[in-house]
């Protein structure tokens, strides 16, 4: 199996690091720092600075524990419940999208100042969405060098604007300092976070890291560190250089101050500058973002084709393909969006990063021997502090003066997290798809409700055709793989009249309750039930010699479809014949198991494991059908 390709070093790490820990912040913070808090926005970039670069130190320590392409969801895993873990990696794949949106957004309004060309910047927004998923496609040696590219560039960007502002300052412009009151200073530090969210970008690459116990946390801090210095000198600069009041009301705050220190040519420079620097930034998210997929598909919490690694370009390519058609989508529908993208990402950012935080602590007391090569310092004293400040700069954007609620940002905010209770239902339709303890559980819950279904779901007409490809079973032994309640097996039963035998096995006690219940009603003393909670890797040993097995909604809950094919083989004589039926393409939304996707795969599995088969479908009101059915053969011949 192909692997991800361990090339990336420091450097790459390192402008990785900057490109997504920038974001908009400095390109667009001058205007709204501007807005809420005048001239003292200086002093809330450097108490954010402070608390960015800390919190930088929990992500070091992290990845240095668990150098794995998950981040977030990694961490998490080690920290968290199994469900929680998932929340934790479905949050941060929703924080991570609508932030490409942004930047994506964010690049094109400084592209293209006239708010007329929506067509255009739509048409260059989609055209570089597809083009930088295109270089993530074919392998992480480019990308790599376009993250590199796409990290220069903004650091000279911010340094063509601060080197000759110093030389332009008016020292005027900075009186009155303090124009709105002190509470204010919290409420830009809370929409000016945004220009720090990203510290765990770096973190997805690991697996494609050399050394990323040692390189990643120091790129990661180092680059914080960067940005800070860039973030509080070109807020000092711009307002030296441009009253607040006037750069409170631009949507391109740069743009203004580069013309007045540059001239009309720089300013486009300038602007060209800042949407490399954007895109390079929303490069750093596609390129990312389906590593995150990659781990939670490894772990059958998402999609598990989205596990798959190109065999030449060694990247995860299903996870690239779906993540490009995702981007697109969330851009379409957030387009021109800044600042209401910008409210929603930040509360977002913020929930996510306080559990990160929590989660140090408890790994300090969890797994206190693993090593780290980069320690969080005054940890409990830091996270008490963070974990207090987090929900007390929220709770002042919900409340700006301290009991006034600010209803456009309480429902930002409920938006927000209905964003991140979708992955409930997601979570559970997983875990039913996937996990076998789950499947056992939620099948005795519902017995009864299935035993209602069954008549919609296994129809007459359905279980006579599994009968007639049986053939004639008078007599004879049949084995049931995965009875559930019962309604088939009452048709087997008067298939092998008292004669012969019927060996019924489930993963469901009380699946098998209702089913011994309907069968002593009907007087079929000739089938024996089995309870098998290993059902999906095995065929119970019990299990006598038989000459016809079949199967009904089984085939996509086994674990190693190979050996539980090979040990129906060996209970039948040859000739012997199988009847599987499943159901696929649920609601043409839920998708099957991969071995399912493919009729010729499905063939191939069978005929490797001794049988000649013949599969076929049929389409259904909410799901379609997959039957497969042929016989134990002594050669390689076609089943008629």
């Not at 989660?359 to 310092?377: A, D, F, W």
């Amino acid at each position: 199996m192909a692997e991800l390709k361990r090339v990336l070093g420091f450097w790459t790490i390192l402008s990785l690091s900057i490109g997504s820990i920038m974001g908009t912040g400095l390109f667009f913070g001058p205007e709204i720092a501007s807005r809420y808090s005048g001239n003292a926005s200086i002093i809330a970039w450097v108490i954010l600075s402070i608390i960015a670069i800390y919190i930088s130190f929990y992500f070091a320590e992290l990845v240095s524990m668990y150098p794995k392409a998950g981040g977030i969801y990694e961490f998490s895993k080690h920290s968290y419940s199994r469900f929680f873990s998932f929340m934790m990696g479905w949050t941060a794949w929703i924080v991570g999208n609508l932030t490409t949106a942004l930047l994506i957004v964010a690049a094109t309004d400084y592209l293209i100042t006239d708010p007329s060309q929506v067509t255009l910047k739509v048409l260059i927004s989609i055209a570089f969405i597809i083009l930088l998923n295109l270089v993530a496609y074919f392998g992480i040696e480019a990308s790599a060098i376009m993250l590199v590219i796409f990290a220069i560039v903004p650091v000279l960007v911010i340094l063509s604007i601060i080197f000759p502002g110093f030389f332009h300052l008016n020292y005027g412009n900075y009186s009155p300092f303090f124009s709105f009151g002190i509470l204010s200073i919290f409420l830009t530090i809370f929409f000016m976070a945004e220009s720090f969210f990203g510290w765990e970008g770096a973190t997805y690459l690991a697996e494609e890291t050399q050394e990323p116990e040692k390189v990643i946390p120091k790129a990661i801090v180092i680059g914080t560190i960067i940005v800070a210095i860039l973030g509080v000198f070109v807020t000092l600069i711009s307002l030296g250089v441009i009253p607040w009041k006037v750069l409170a009301d631009s949507s391109t705050p740069l743009s203004i101050v580069s013309e007045s220190l540059l001239g009309g040519i720089g300013t486009n420079l300038i602007n060209i500058g800042i949407f490399i620097s954007l895109v390079g930034s929303a490069a750093g998210g596609i390129v990312t973002m389906p590593r995150l997929i990659l781990a939670l598909a490894r772990d059958k919490l998402f999609i598990a084709q989205f596990s798959s690694i190109h065999k030449k370009f060694r990247t995860p390519y299903k996870a690239i393909i779906f993540q490009t058609i995702v981007s697109l989508l969330i851009f379409g529908m957030t387009f021109g969006k800044y600042k209401s993208l910008l409210s929603l990402v930040l509360p977002l950012g913020f929930t996510m990063y306080f559990f990160i935080i929590l989660s140090v602590v408890l790994l300090r007391k969890k797994e206190p021997l693993i090593p780290r090569t980069i320690k969080v310092p005054f940890v409990k004293i830091g996270s008490f502090f963070l974990m207090v400040f987090i929900p007390i700069i929220v709770a002042i954007w919900i409340f700006p003066d301290f009991g006034s609620i600010d209803y456009s940002a309480l429902n930002i905010l409920k938006f927000g997290f209905s964003l991140i209770f979708v992955g409930v239902p997601i979570y559970l339709l997983l875990e039913i798809y996937y996990n076998p303890d789950t499947i056992i559980k939620i099948n005795d819950s519902l017995a009864y409700l299935t035993l209602w279904m069954e008549r919609f779901i296994l129809p007459k007409s359905i279980r006579r055709e599994l009968l007639a490809l049986l053939g004639d079973v008078k007599g004879k032994k049949v084995l049931e793989f995965g009875c559930s309640v019962g309604t088939l097996t009452i048709y087997l039963a008067q298939a092998v009249n008292p004669n012969g035998r019927v060996y019924a096995t489930d993963l469901s006690k009380k699946d098998l309750l209702i089913t011994k219940k309907r069968l002593i009603k009907r007087g079929h003393l000739h089938v024996i039930v089995i309870h098998d909670e290993h059902q999906i890797n095995r065929v119970h040993p019990s299990i006598p010699h038989v000459d016809a097995i079949v199967s009904v909604g089984m085939m996509g809950y086994l674990q190693d479809v190979k050996k539980v094919l090979k040990e129906m083989r060996e209970l039948l004589p040859y000739g012997g014949k199988i009847v599987f039926l499943d159901y696929v393409d649920f609601f043409k939304v839920i998708p099957n198991v991969a071995w399912l996707s493919n009729d010729r795969t499905i063939e191939k599995i069978f005929r490797e494991a001794g049988f000649s088969v013949f599969v076929t479908r049929r389409k259904g009101m909410f799901w379609n059908y997959v039957y497969v059915y042929g016989i134990k053969f002594h050669e390689n011949i076609p089943y008629i």
